[in-house]
């Protein structure tokens, strides 16, 4: 089974309220065909920085967050993981306020994940950014794990 860190996105779209946005409605339908075909054919993991961000903002909403990511392993945020996490926040040019997201990105090349899983389409699954990530792991030998929507890891037909 492929590994899959599991991206706070993925948690809010499965509880949030369907949007008006018909944009984020897709995606959120499309989150949860994923989660209720295709999960079960991956090891999924998470992280403090999931559950810190999960837990943020309407409490009845932070409930049901929780509520779906109460049984997956939690990857531990260690010093390295700082450390990459800073070195792609520059590399990446992520604002202060979405440093998070250069922490997801360290747990999932230092725990060799295969996917990382997630909506953010601006910091992390976007062509630019990613072809930013892929040259500076290359020149460090660093892992890389594939950095997908739900969309992109549902099966082809």
Same mark, same amino acid.
């Given at each position: 089974?492929?590994?899959?860190?599991?991206?706070?996105? *993925?948690?809010? #779209?499965?509880?949030a309220?369907?949007?008006?946005? *018909? +944009?984020?409605a897709? @995606?959120? @339908?499309?989150?949860r065909d994923?989660w209720?075909?295709?999960r079960?054919?991956?090891? *999924?993991?998470?992280?403090? %920085?999931?559950?810190?961000e999960? &837990? %943020?903002?309407?409490?009845?909403?932070?409930?049901?967050?929780m509520?779906?990511?109460d049984?997956?392993p939690?990857?531990?945020?260690?010093?390295?993981?700082?450390k990459l996490a800073?070195?792609? %926040?520059?590399?990446?040019?992520i604002?202060?306020? %979405?440093?998070?997201?250069? +922490? /997801? $990105?360290?747990?999932?090349v230092?725990?060799e994940?295969?996917?990382?899983?997630t909506?953010?389409?601006?910091? $992390?699954?976007?062509?630019?950014?990613?072809?930013? *990530?892929? &040259? #500076?792991n290359?020149? /460090?030998?660093?892992?890389?794990?594939? +950095?997908?929507?739900p969309?992109?890891?549902?099966?082809r037909?």
């Amino acid at each position: 089974m492929a590994k899959i860190y599991l991206e706070t996105t *993925i948690p809010s #779209y499965l509880a949030a309220r369907p949007s008006r946005d *018909i +944009i984020v409605a897709a @995606q959120q @339908q499309i989150t949860r065909d994923w989660w209720e075909t295709y999960r079960s054919q991956h090891d *999924i993991f998470i992280s403090e %920085a999931v559950l810190e961000e999960c &837990q %943020a903002g309407d409490r009845i909403a932070s409930k049901r967050r929780m509520a779906i990511l109460d049984k997956f392993p939690l990857l531990k945020i260690s010093d390295s993981v700082i450390k990459l996490a800073e070195k792609y %926040a520059l590399l990446l040019e992520i604002p202060e306020r %979405a440093k998070v997201d250069a +922490i /997801h $990105l360290s747990l999932a090349v230092a725990y060799e994940m295969d996917y990382l899983l997630t909506w953010n389409c601006k910091h $992390l699954a976007h062509g630019e950014v990613r072809m930013k *990530i892929h &040259q #500076y792991n290359g020149r /460090h030998a660093m892992y890389e794990p594939m +950095i997908v929507t739900p969309l992109e890891l549902m099966e082809r037909g």
